[in-house]
């Protein structure tokens, strides 16, 4: 079987928190994922049958082309996404692509596609589904009677400007709706090309409408390709910021996710940078670990950092309950325990010296809103 896991990346037991994880499906070939973040490609958690890599005798894996981008159309029936977590800012989200091209190990958003049959791994990152009639969704929504304006975020799930925004331009589209109904939005993003739409946001932000935060997870370029190896660098990041804030869009960094032992270290170099290219809030969230996450984030360890394998794991179950996730609300995004409570201080002492706002403070106007006319939406009779 092709892809077993390698003897030098195997921790010995004296040296892991616990027996190293056994690889679940096959390890795929560091070169036909070049430019990938998780290692395997698992089936998803609903199949019934596991595929595997197996050579045929004949050196057939040799063969194998590199891993490739495909995209697919996907049409679903509305483009508003609700919830009711008490724990965060946002009752309506929107996501116009599923999947994302970033490939960020640690997202807590890949177990979503075991939901179209496909792994959370390298499919997540490889085979993504684009929603093309978005924005005429929205305006449809956005114009239903009794529609009650809030804040929509996006980029709350995948992220809206990963790199197949430059050709299908789906958020583009979704600002322009946005904007002519005068309807506040708040993104997320690792992205650079979100300064694309600074024409736009800035608009919005002058009317108190818009605001922008940028995820900067660790200010180490060569950690951040390892990790994060399609998303922007982190000095592009700070651009990002720095390009926005002049453009007069509220600007914010998301020291997220922080992980224990790998980038910790990092949070008041992260807030003094961010806020030296003008951002006006901050945020954090300790990493998560959802479902296959775990796994994979686990294997990428052994692979990327075998030495930090043990220190990193124990401290991660240390923040919860002993387990590698907790799903608990209020502890999913914080954690618990004496390491969770210094990394809050830490990070509350940071954001006060800097004169900083706390994440969510500002808050964005919906009396301007007005529903859409046309368009297929219906009109009024009086």
């Known amino acids: 079987m092709a892809g077993a896991p390698d003897e030098m990346?195997?921790?010995?037991?004296?040296?892991?928190?616990?027996?190293?994880?056994?690889?679940?499906?096959?390890?795929?070939?560091a070169e036909r994922r070049r430019g990938?973040?998780?290692?395997?490609?698992?089936?998803?958690r609903y199949e019934t049958e596991v595929r595997v890599a197996v050579d045929d005798g004949w050196d057939s894996l040799d063969d194998l082309p590199p891993l490739k981008t495909e995209v697919q159309v996907e049409k679903p029936k509305r483009i508003i996404t609700r919830n009711q977590s008490p724990d965060i800012s946002f009752d309506r989200s929107i996501n116009p692509y599923r999947g994302c091209e970033h490939g960020c190990v640690y997202c807590f958003a890949r177990p979503t596609h075991a939901y179209m049959g496909l792994s959370p791994g390298l499919d997540f990152e490889?085979?993504?589904?684009?929603?093309?009639?978005?924005?005429?969704?929205?305006?449809?929504?956005?114009?239903?009677?009794?529609?009650?304006?809030?804040?929509?975020?996006?980029?709350?799930?995948?992220?809206?400007?990963?790199?197949?925004?430059?050709?299908?331009?789906?958020?583009?589209?979704?600002?322009?709706?946005?904007?002519r109904t005068n309807h506040p939005v708040a993104i997320v993003?690792?992205?650079?090309?979100?300064?694309?739409?600074?024409?736009?946001?800035?608009?919005?932000?002058?009317?108190?409408?818009?605001?922008?935060?940028?995820?900067?997870?660790?200010?180490d370029g060569r950690l951040a390709r390892a990790m994060?190896?399609?998303?922007?660098?982190?000095?592009?990041?700070?651009?990002?910021?720095?390009?926005?804030?002049?453009?007069?869009?509220?600007?914010?960094?998301?020291?997220?996710?922080?992980?224990?032992?790998?980038?910790?270290?990092?949070i008041e170099r992260i807030l003094d940078a961010a806020q030296a290219a003008g951002a006006r809030e901050a945020g954090y969230v300790l990493l998560r670990l959802p479902l296959e996450v775990s796994e994979l984030f686990r294997q990428w360890l052994l692979v990327n950092r075998p030495d930090?394998?043990?220190h990193v794991m124990s401290l991660i179950r240390a923040m919860r309950d002993g387990k590698d996730y907790d799903s608990t609300w209020g502890k999913r995004m914080r954690g618990?325990?004496?390491?969770?409570?210094?990394?809050?201080?830490?990070?509350?002492?940071?954001?006060?010296?800097l004169g900083l706002q706390k994440g969510g403070r500002t808050r964005l106007r919906a009396d301007l809103f007005e529903p859409p006319v046309g368009r297929g939406v219906q009109l009024s009779l009086f």
């Open 126 to 179: 490889t085979r993504l589904f684009v929603k093309p009639n978005a924005a005429a969704m929205l305006e449809r929504e956005l114009g239903e009677p009794g529609y009650q304006c809030r804040t929509i975020a996006i980029g709350t799930n995948t992220d809206p400007y990963q790199p197949i925004e430059k050709t299908h331009r789906i958020m583009r589209e979704v600002l322009e709706v946005l904007e």
């Open 9 to 29: 990346f195997e921790p010995s037991p004296e040296e892991v928190f616990e027996p190293a994880p056994e690889e679940i499906g096959v390890r795929i070939d």
């Open 336 to 353: 618990a325990g004496p390491y969770a409570w210094q990394i809050a201080r830490r990070f509350e002492l940071q954001v006060k010296k």
């Open 36 to 44: 990938r973040g998780a290692v395997t490609n698992a089936s998803g």
């Open 189 to 219: 993003t690792k992205s650079h090309l979100v300064t694309r739409d600074k024409d736009i946001l800035g608009r919005m932000g002058a009317k108190g409408l818009a605001k922008v935060a940028l995820s900067v997870t660790t200010l």
């Open 228 to 266: 994060e190896p399609r998303a922007a660098s982190p000095r592009r990041r700070l651009d990002a910021i720095r390009e926005l804030s002049e453009a007069g869009v509220p600007t914010a960094v998301m020291v997220a996710p922080i992980i224990p032992a790998l980038t910790d270290h990092e």
């Open 308 to 310: 930090s394998y043990r």
